[in-house]
């Protein structure tokens, strides 16, 4: 099992910035996918971006690229993500998530391929 605890949120004015982390625990996975999901209130979960603790090109959501950037640290066991230009739409609850296995393509951005969660993290973008 993987423990995953986020950290960063808050409120920011829109334009603002704000840097999300994730630490992992437990049995992590080096080959595993990590990923940044949101939910907005009354709405889905949404994908926001993955990447593997090794290698490979980070993924995100068309919607989230150029201000959001995620990132790594192995060595801590903890995710980034950076997220810049906020708009109040933004608003969010931010869940990091990890899969059992390395994902490929956009099976990346589907809730149902991580099997362990977060609590989540309330980022809220006032006008």
Known sequence: QVQLAESGGGLVQAG???????????????????????????????????INWIGDTPYYADSMKGRFTVSRDSAKNTMYLQMNSLRPEDTAVYFCAAAEF??????????????????????????
């Open 16 to 50: 603002g910035s704000l840097r999300l982390s994730c630490a992992a625990s437990g049995r992590t996975r080096i080959d595993a996918t990590m990923g940044w999901f949101r939910q907005r209130p009354g709405e889905e979960r949404e994908f926001v971006a993955a």
């Open 102 to 127: 390395r994902l490929y393509g956009s099976v990346r951005s589907l809730s149902s391929r991580y099997n362990n969660w977060g609590q989540g993290t309330q980022v809220t973008v006032s006008s």
